[in-house]
Structure formats: structure tokens, C-alpha cells
Nanobody
Framework: QVHLVESGGGLVQAGGSLRLSCVVS????????MGWFRQAPGKEREFVAV???????YYVDSVKGRFTISRDNAKDTVYLQMNSLKPEDTDVYYC??????????????????WGQGTQVTVSS
């Protein structure tokens, strides 16, 4: 059984930084694209960033230049460095494997069930 455990969220002022971590257990993820997603109450979960198994990265336009995704395959851990945070980045952040569907990145929920997420709150 695959477990995804996110951590590193918190309360930060606008312009601040946070580094999120996601540890995967139960499956080696080196062969998967790994992504970060976020969800606000009452809204659908949305794609934020993906680290491809070949090393390439992709970001939603709203975080380009501010967020950096990285991965450590030896530790089965994926990170999201978030700089220049804005109040609109306030959400619960989740990680999961990612797959391209049509022209958009989407979660590959066959990889593992969602973890509890980590809350990011950015104050203005």
C-alpha cells in the first residue's frame, strides 16, 4: 500500500518562503512523474508543478518563477520550494504521481491514495 505524507506547510507573510516535502512509502517512485497539487475549500484540486521521471519540470503559470519542484529518488521524496508567496497561494497542498491527460497534468490516482496534505496560509 502506497502512503503519501506531506509536510512543511505553515503560516507565512506575503513575500515569504516555505519548503514542502512529500515522502512516499510502499512504492519506489523513480519511474513516475511526481507532482504537487493544491485545493481550496469548495474548489477542485488543481495542478501546481510536476517533476518528470526524466528530470524535466513543468509549472502552472501562476507559480512560474516563484516555485521550484525537485525530487530525491534515493529518499522517495519530492519537494516544493515556494518563494515570494502570495495570499492566493493559500491552499492545502498534496503530492501524488502525475500524468498528462490531453493537454493538462492530472493526478495519477492509480499510484496511491491522497495523503492528508499540508496547509499553506499566506497572510497579506
Amino acid at each position: 500500500q502506497v502512503h503519501l505524507v506531506e509536510s512543511g506547510g505553515g503560516l507565512v507573510q506575503a513575500g515569504g518562503s516555505l519548503r514542502l516535502s512529500c515522502v512516499v512509502s510502499g512504492r519506489t517512485f523513480s519511474g513516475y512523474n511526481m507532482g504537487w497539487f493544491r485545493q481550496a475549500p469548495g474548489k477542485e484540486r488543481e495542478f501546481v508543478a510536476v517533476s518528470g521521471r526524466s528530470g524535466n519540470t513543468y509549472y502552472v503559470d501562476s507559480v512560474k518563477g516563484r516555485f521550484t519542484i525537485s525530487r530525491d529518488n534515493a529518499k522517495d521524496t519530492v519537494y516544493l520550494q515556494m518563494n515570494s508567496l502570495k495570499p492566493e497561494d493559500t491552499d492545502v497542498y498534496y503530492c501524488n504521481a502525475a500524468v498528462m491527460r490531453r493537454t493538462r497534468w492530472a493526478p495519477n490516482e492509480d499510484f496511491g491514495s491522497w495523503g492528508q496534505g499540508t496547509q499553506v496560509t499566506v497572510s497579506s
